[in-house]
């Protein structure tokens, strides 16, 4: 079993990087610089055996728009180095539960909470739940499962194949009936505006400061080429319906932030014509980030997007804990 870890600080910016692209789990949504788009502040850990990088792991200090991890974020989270992944099967769970559980011990001595999503590609979470297994009065990590649904793009033809064909014909409603198009066009305000009246037309709330960051998130993709605005217009020109196309890592493009208004076509174009965009784009998969209501699920799941398991963890210090 691996053995000697330590736990360091890591306060470059390129090593950071450099993980992230060697790691499975790697994905731009722990970027410092994505993380405090997004509102936060990271602390960035390194997990070293005999001085080699194994596993690196972020963690939030602080949130300015919410609590715990930033919103419209996934998979910030514990990531092994690839090079754990060579050798046999029982080798790398080993490292894996070593790792994780290591992990946790030693960030329970420096936060008294914390907070993960954890990357799809990881489904044996033994390590996180073995923490303070023999001593629960120090406070046990939480483990909940989550959904996201995500698509094959590739091969394009695929992409509407895999729909339900009532979805299919929505595709041609939206144009035919609602007199709608598509555009790679969309604003950040656009996006932001449709992304608070979704939330108004279910007699929700969305604070200032949550669309104040979604805003940032949104201009900071866009700046750095990291990302485009989808949008359904009617023949007005107006937005009728946005979604943000993260460009990430390993062949994948997110959706973290959607909006529409009272289209009743709208999405499923929009849906759609975004798959077909990142597909020509050379993109492999897209998730929508997240399938967790019953709504939501549905719908992406009947537009062709599978089911994915991924796990939220978290652990907080016990008042009377030392």
């Known amino acids: 079993m691996i053995s000697d870890l330590k736990l360091v600080l890591c306060?470059?910016?390129?090593?950071?990087?450099?993980?992230?692209?060697?790691?499975p789990q790697g994905t731009r949504y722990a970027s410092p610089a994505?993380?405090?788009?997004?509102?936060?502040?990271?602390?960035?850990?390194?997990v070293l055996n005999k001085n080699q990088i194994v596993a690196g792991v972020p963690v939030i200090t602080s949130?300015?728009?919410?609590?715990?991890?930033?919103?419209?974020s996934y998979y910030i989270g514990l990531m092994y180095h690839k090079d754990i992944y060579k050798g046999k099967e029982n080798r790398k769970t080993?490292?894996?539960i070593a790792i994780s559980e290591f992990v946790m011990d030693e960030l329970s001595k420096v936060y008294d909470c914390v907070e993960f999503s954890l990357h799809h590609s990881i489904s044996d979470v033994r390590g996180?739940?073995?923490?303070?297994?023999?001593?629960?009065?120090?406070g046990r990590a939480k483990i909940s499962p989550q959904y996201t649904a995500i698509s094959n793009l590739q091969p394009l033809s695929d992409i509407r194949a895999q729909a339900r064909s009532s979805r299919r014909r929505e595709e041609g409603y939206a144009k035919t009936r609602e007199g709608l198009h598509f555009f790679m066009n969309g604003t950040a305000e656009e996006l932001v505006e449709l992304y608070r009246q979704t939330f108004v037309r279910q007699s929700l709330e969305v604070s200032e400061s949550e669309l104040q960051v979604t805003m940032q998130f949104a201009s900071y993709l866009l700046s750095q080429q990291l990302g485009e605005i989808a949008v359904v217009r009617d023949g007005a020109g107006a937005a009728q319906a946005a979604g943000l196309l993260f460009y990430d890592l390993s062949g994948f493009v997110h959706i973290p932030v959607v909006g529409t208004l009272e289209t009743k076509y709208g999405g499923t174009l929009l849906y759609f014509q975004m798959m077909e965009y990142a597909a020509n784009k050379g993109f492999e998969y897209m998730?929508?980030?997240?399938?967790?209501?019953?709504?939501?699920g549905y719908f992406k799941h009947s537009v062709g997007a599978k089911a994915q398991l991924f796990f939220?963890?978290?652990w907080q210090k016990p008042v009377n804990s030392n």
């Not at 949130?63 to 419209?72: C, E």
């Open 128 to 138: 996180f739940d073995w923490f303070n297994y023999h001593s629960p009065e120090n």
């Open 312 to 314: 939220h963890v978290s």
């Open 34 to 46: 994505v993380i405090n788009a997004l509102g936060c502040e990271v602390d960035n850990w390194l």
């Open 287 to 296: 998730d929508f980030n997240g399938a967790n209501s019953p709504s939501r």
């Open 63 to 72: 949130n300015r728009a919410s609590h715990g991890l930033p919103m419209h």
């Open 11 to 23: 306060d470059s910016v390129s090593m950071w990087e450099e993980l992230l692209t060697n790691s």
């Open 94 to 96: 080993e490292c894996e």
